[in-house]
């Protein structure tokens, strides 16, 4: 079986880059296969039906590919156990730890996030605005002091955060719309450039005006993704 | 499939805040919850859950598959939330809420996860293969962000939007039958595992969504409907869910409660 590994996505998402920086971390050689999303391609299609996302992993001749940023990270981890093994911590109550605060990156910080963001005035934008930031707090106190999430090193919880760590500002400045500050969120604030400073990181991390300029074409796409969000 | 008794030897010892539903009192709790339910635990292990929540259900169906004992708590949630909850999932003051030596661990698919690795020597839900492993994440992961909540808006909505609904459950269903193919379990050669864990609580379900979307499930996906069946006869699915006609009674008793028709 062939193990090349080719990875799908774009580079002004950061779902994406969660997977690129395991990737890196782990020492594992792959092709980035990027993606238009205002035009998506038969290959993504194909390969992410049900979700038509990114990023999509493709390992060797393994189909179907491997979708969904957690479910790829947690494979990485196990098909690769002995490259800087470890992205998800060792004991048990650990994992479900860091599982959980995954979900509520996503779920509860991205969520209302995105709302706040792009949603026009008055449709829950101001209440988006209040969640995010509460529940950026929340995860804030997940740092506990550490370094990192991982503690002495990056590790899952690092990756599924890292968009707070670079794209979070971009989009504050194309939406005008302030939620990760300093005085709001001193220790995540901290977190954001021990991240960002990380050599293996570095890296991944596009340039901020190549993403405002990728992502212009976007902010119409974004607007409308976050006013149907509100409505739910 | 349980069909709930009236009368149980065992009632949970809840530490939930008081009922307030007397005509639902008496068929409410797990009465044919297993034995070892009732037991304050060697295994040290408490699941704080609502009898008829399908996420509760996985772990009560996880923690059967691996013969491990605890002690079962009926979190009270139609009379609000006991203290114990709320400190044990301060972030989303729900149950199910798994006490590891008064450690919580949230959510249901994470609590599965978490006992295949806490208790490694009783059977996993996940196979041993990486590749394996993430699909069988990734279904459960589908399960859980579309079932539901289509299920949701299929009995609480009329309309356009419900009808939406009915062709987004019809997809779901259509897509997990895929999924299946001819296998027995949803774990393949696994047998038992996750995805079928994370589904099983689903199918007593099926007959509601079927009244509101007014559709057969052996019609749209009949290897699903066929799984549904062949899950239901195993032990551990059977003991911890509750009938079709007790989930709509329920959604029944949701439906007033929100004030929908």
Known sequence: MSDAVELIGTFTCPIVHRVEVALRLKGVPYEF???????KSALLLKHNPIHKKVPVLLHGDRRPALCESFVILEYLDEAFPDQRPGLLPADPLDRAMARFWARFIDEKCWGPAWVALWAAEGEGKEAAAREAKANLALLEGQLDGKRFFGGDRIGFLDLVA????????????????????????????????????????????????ALLAAMATSKERFVSAATAMARK | ???????????????????????????????????????????????????VSPFGQRVRIALAEKSLPYEYVEEDLLAGKSERLLQSNPVHKKIPVLLHGGK????????????????????????????????????????????????????????????????????????????????????GEHGFGFVD????????????????????????????????????KRESVAKSLYSPDKVYDFIGVLKKMYGIE
């Open chain 1, 33 to 39: 296969i990027e993606e238009d999303l205002g035009n």
């Open chain 1, 162 to 209: 890292s968009g707070f760590a670079h794209w979070l500002g971009v989009y504050e400045e194309m939406g005008g719309t302030r939620l990760l500050a300093e005085d709001g969120h001193p220790a995540l604030w901290r977190w954001a450039r021990e991240y960002a400073a990380d050599a293996t990181v570095r890296q991944c991390l596009p340039d901020r005006e």
């Open chain 2, 1 to 51: 499939m349980l069909s709930c008794s009236p009368t149980s030897t065992h009632h949970p010892h809840s530490t939930s805040s008081q009922h307030s539903h007397p005509q639902t009192q008496t068929d409410r709790h797990p009465s044919n919850a297993p034995t070892m339910a009732s037991e304050k635990s060697s295994s040290d292990l408490t699941l704080l859950d609502f009898w």
């Open chain 2, 104 to 187: 919580p661990v949230n959510e249901s698919l994470i609590i599965v996860q978490y006992l295949d690795e806490a208790f490694p020597d009783t059977p996993s839900l996940l196979p041993s293969d990486p590749y394996a492993r993430a699909q069988a994440r990734f279904w459960a992961d589908y399960v859980d962000k579309k079932v539901y909540d289509c299920g949701s808006r299929l009995w609480k909505l009329k309309g356009e939007p419900q009808a939406q609904a009915r062709a987004e459950m019809l997809e779901i269903l259509k897509t997990l039958e895929t999924e299946l193919g001819d296998k027995e379990f949803f774990g």
């Open chain 2, 197 to 232: 864990a994370a589904f099983a609580p689903f199918t007593p379900w099926f007959m509601s969504y079927e009244k509101y979307g007014e559709f057969k499930v052996a019609e749209v996906a009949p290897k699903i409907a066929a799984w549904a069946e062949r899950v239901g």
